[in-house]
């Protein structure tokens, strides 16, 4: 059966499944390159040594809030883990953990946008790009 003759729900369900993964991998990739210039490039502006000293103390067995200043605890607890899961240390395994964060998020939320509309999911996946860069 030609594509003339297929159900026109089957072909735009074919439609939105190209449209979300095409978003998904452009996602993938911009997390990879953000990942790639500021990893080993030194390209960012902001403050890692902060959430670098945190995972630090989280990983000798410190408490965020209550025995070093810090943000949002999880933040801490995810690299932390990361960290020690592949016995690392460095600033640049701390940009991994992050860059891994970044993947994570967005890939759920990608996930929950396969129940909405295509248009919801490119509004959407514009403003995930515009957020995390």
Known sequence: ???????????????????LSSVVLFGLIATLGAFLLEGHAGFNLGDEGYLWYGVQR??????????FMSYDPARYYWAAGLLWLFHANGLIAVRAATAASSVQGYLSWMGRLAEWSRVSAFVYSRCCCACFG
């Open 1 to 19: 059966m030609g594509p003339s003759m297929q159900h026109p729900e089957a072909v735009r369900s074919h439609l939105d499944w190209t449209i």
């Open 58 to 67: 989280v990983l000798h067995g410190e408490v965020p809030i209550r025995d």
